[in-house]
T-cell receptor, first 114, second 109 residues
Framework: SAVISQKPSRDICQRGTSLTIQCQVDSQVTMMFWYRQQPGQSLTLIATANQGSEATYESGFVIDKFPISRPNLTFSTLTVSNMSPEDSSIYLC???????????FGSGTRLTVV | GQQLNQSPQSMFIQEGEDVSMNCTSSSIFNTWLWYKQDPGEGPVLLIALYKAGELTSNGRLTAQFGITRKDSFLNISASIPSDVGIYFCAGLGGNQFYFGTGTSLTVIP
């Protein structure tokens, strides 16, 4: 399965600022996914990022708040913009592996907004 | 988005006991996955299921793809302290996976 490096692993940010999270994969993948996991909750898909096209956002998530870049087949970034305490969550990137391995996740970015 | 109903929400068991948890959906899925998440880490895939009725094992873990394709079960036999964590089911619907609400497992030595 793919190996994903995600950084930063955690950050504490001031409200109103922005944070960019990076996700690097050790192999070329077509589809990368960004999830949010609020405290004590399950995973919610934010958007799907395909190389060479605009990200596709799920209901409740907008590009202005969560801009995504996908410059090549091994890298993606998610920016959390104009942060508020409600944005405090774990953000995870994921890639679609082969049939046997399903989705592989990065180790996550634990964001605290104060 | 769609969310799967996972139960129980939490479990406290003695080391050596067996564990059972399940996941149900109102929709049919073609693929079911089970993940474990340790504190501060991303989810790690435990078992993948691709066919209704399929029963798959991974060491002490056994998972089944329900016949109706709307549910899945995960069993852990002879639990050990390192089984502690949160277990998530995930079902493939359309082009994305939907995740269960999670089962928090605590193993008491």
């Amino acid at each position: 399965s793919a190996v994903i490096s995600q950084k930063p692993s955690r950050d504490i940010c001031q409200r109103g600022t922005s944070l960019t999270i990076q996700c690097q994969v050790d192999s070329q993948v077509t589809m990368m996914f960004w999830y949010r996991q609020q405290p004590g909750q399950s995973l919610t898909l934010i958007a799907t990022a395909n190389q060479g096209s605009e990200a596709t956002y799920e209901s409740g998530f907008v590009i202005d708040k969560f801009p995504i870049s996908r410059p090549n087949l091994t890298f993606s970034t998610l920016t959390v913009s104009n942060m508020s305490p409600e944005d405090s969550s774990i953000y995870l990137c994921s890639v679609a592996g082969d049939r046997e391995y399903g989705y592989t996740f990065g180790s996550g970015t634990r964001l605290t907004v104060v | 988005g769609q969310q799967l109903n996972q139960s129980p929400q939490s479990m406290f068991i003695q080391e050596g006991e067996d564990v059972s948890m399940n996941c149900t959906s109102s929709s049919i899925f073609n693929t079911w996955l089970w993940y474990k998440q340790d504190p501060g880490e991303g989810p790690v895939l435990l078992i993948a299921l691709y066919k209704a009725g399929e029963l798959t094992s991974n060491g002490r873990l056994t998972a089944q793809f329900g016949i109706t394709r709307k549910d899945s079960f995960l069993n852990i036999s002879a639990s050990i302290p390192s089984d502690v964590g949160i277990y998530f089911c995930a079902g493939l619907g359309g082009n994305q996976f939907y995740f269960g609400t999670g089962t928090s497992l605590t193993v008491i030595p």
